[in-house]
């Protein structure tokens, strides 16, 4: 009954909100604007005597849980990357924001070392810092309390100098225990042994977070190439070496009981700080006791078996004996596992090829999906060199038909190292629709999150815009410059060069002042290599009128960079080539009298000319009708003895009025030439 009133009640409430207007502001249908109409999805109780044919129903939609950053999300999706902005932690001070990758890199360098300065201060002396201004509380913000509050003997003590990461204090506090007659509970123990293993027994370094990555890749680089005292002195040079009888060692052997925690914890440890063989043997001992191990400590062990000195197919079959032993535990495997595997098996070389095809079937086949960091060491293990074998090849077109389109989570911390390997191989292969490939699965959803630090997007995008220079035609790979320099990374001079011979290619050269004018922005003003191709390229044709004063233009720019004093470049060396070229672009341009003082600089620069530029200036000379010009290149010719100087006094005797004692000095030094020629003929025949 109480559900037939509800009913009732909201019939009647249907109603009066859909009775007629009667002032001529109803409907079509005679209903008010206002009224609305309900899905008919849900069905309320049929009440007797109420007539509900025609009337619709309400339905209440599912409570959604929304994230906490929904609309932050949602705001950010609508809001496109500016292709003319510096990336977003470069925007600063406009004076501040980098041009170049070096300043990028010293831009992020500061900044992190101005964070860490920040913070030092503010944990020294936090009580200058109480006040707490965020709201909501942000505990990141307020100072951390570093130094121990508890300064009796006790397990609590101890306990709140392992949680403050005193590696020192929390081992002098457990001896003071020990020799009080104190007994430390298991747990604390182990967490003791977790600082301990984990910090190598050693002090962590105030910037340990911002460098531990770093060193951790440098360490793996050193061990994938030396071998031996190379490896030892890598981990002596990092601070990583396990060393023997330390604090861990000793505490783990003072404990009365171990468990399987404690083990497992000294184990990842000595594997983390390149100790394999202690590992292994604890491992044993582990065994011997009849406890068991977690996965994670199966990781490690998987880690150490491949630092052992021994043949690859031994540390295979050591790998699979773990693998057996992890089933025999029933421990199952994760993602870590199999990651672990294929990273060995980049240090196997050809041996690990097939293996590693086997790890990943069997990863597929137990229902684990593999993470960007597993094709990441597939691909390093496959395309070890830059001319992969044609089997090779194949496997990169492989991976990504499977993982097109899909959207990535960070599961592994070499995820973001995936990218950078997959464009090394396209630009390997010279495949520019398997670089687009590789560059569209980047954009799809957050998967741009993976491109990594500031040097591998760097990389990534230099080897991208090769391919496109090499391959695309020239107005998409224009459309590519615009779009992605510099809101996406600054170009190194490489890759101007690249451009500049796309340009090139396409017959485009009217592009070069324009991109002359973006070297200077982004810092390559001094880089000889690139100023010679663009002087060379402008100088090698005769080009239209308008263009050629544009070229003149830029010439005269890159001239004013071989004069101007600059630290990087105490004594401007002028080059052969810029000399020739910057002459002749002037002469082309009409601007003679600059072009005749680049004469001077082939005597002060001891440069030599091209015949080519002195016949020019010859055609200059006879064009302004001026003899004594004409002279000045005989003179210039003679003066380094060039074998082109004989014809060029012709022309003069042929092309020019020149008086008696003008044809008697041209006589005069044509024949010093030729006798000074003789006579090195007859030395060197003398000499044979």
Known sequence: MAAAAAAVRWLRFRRRLCVPLTDGRSGPC????????????????????????????????????????????????????????????????????????????????????????????INSYPKYFQKDIAEPHIPCLMPEHLEPQIEDVSEAALKERIKLKKVKASVDMFDQLLQAGTTVSLETTNSLLDLLCYYGDQEPSADNNFQQKEKSEELEEATAENKGKSRKKAGHQFGVTWRANNN??????????????????????????????????LYTELLNNRLRADVYTFNSLIEATAMMNEKFDEK????????????????????????????????????????????????????????????????????????????????????????????????????????????????????????????????????????????????????????????????VTLKWYKDLIPSVFFPHSQTLIDLLQALDVANRLDMIPEIWKDSKEYGHTFRSDLKEEILMLMARDRHPPELQVAFADCAADIKSTYESQD??????????????????????????????????????????????????????????????????????????????????????????????????????????????????????????
């Open 248 to 281: 861990a060692e000793r505490i783990f052997a003072l404990m009365p009981e171990k468990s399987a925690y404690s083990y497992c914890t000294m184990i990842r440890g000595m594997v983390k700080h390149r100790a394999p063989v202690q590992a292994l043997n």
């Open 30 to 121: 005679g209903l008010a604007p206002g009224c609305r109409f309900y899905s008919g999805s849900a069905t309320l109780p049929k009440v007797e005597g109420a007539d509900v044919t025609g009337i619709e129903e309400v339905v209440i939609p599912k409570r959604k849980t929304w994230d906490k950053v929904a609309v932050l999300q949602a705001l950010a999706s609508t809001v496109n990357r500016d292709t003319t902005a510096a990336p977003y932690a470069f925007q600063d001070d406009p004076y501040l924001i980098p041009t170049s990758s070096v300043e990028s890199r010293s831009f992020l360098l500061a900044k992190k070392s101005g964070e860490n300065a920040a913070k030092f201060i």
């Open 567 to 688: 630290a990087r470049q105490t004594a401007p060396d002028w080059p052969a080539s810029a000399l020739n070229c910057v002459a002749v672009l002037f002469l082309r341009a009409g601007r003679a009298q600059e072009a005749w003082k680049m004469l001077g600089l082939f005597r002060k620069h001891n440069k030599i000319p091209r015949n080519e530029l002195l016949n020019e200036f010859m055609d200059s000379a006879k064009a302004s009708n001026s003899p004594a010009q004409a002279i000045e290149i005989v003179k210039l010719a003679s003066a380094f003895s060039l074998p082109v100087c004989e014809s060029l006094t012709q022309r003069v005797m042929a092309d020019f009025t020149i008086s008696q004692e003008q044809k008697e000095a041209l006589g005069h030094r044509t024949a010093c030439d030729s006798s000074s020629d003789s006579d090195s003929d007859s030395d060197v025949g003398e000499g044979k």
């Open 316 to 475: 295979w079959n050591n790998i699979l004996e773990l693998l057996k032993q992890m089933v025999a535990q029933k421990v199952k495997p994760n993602l870590q596992t199999f990651n672990t595997i294929l990273k060995c098996l980049r240090r196997f070389y050809a041996f690990g090829k097939l293996p590693a095809l086997q790890t990943l079937r069997e990863m597929k086949a137990v229902g684990i999906e593999p993470s960007l960091a597993t094709y990441h060491y597939i691909i390093q293990l496959f395309y070890q060199h830059e001319s992969p074998s044609k089997g090779s090849s194949l496997v990169i077109y492989d991976i990504m038909n499977e993982i097109m389109g899909k959207k990535f989570s960070p599961q592994d911390p070499d995820d973001d190292m995936f990218f950078q390997s997959a464009m090394r191989v396209c630009s390997s292969l010279k495949d520019l629709e398997l670089a687009y490939q590789v560059h569209g699965l980047l954009n799809t959803g957050d998967n741009r999150k993976f491109i990594g630090p500031d040097h591998r997007r760097n990389f990534y995008y230099s080897k991208f815009f090769n391919l496109l220079c090499l391959m695309e035609q020239i107005d």
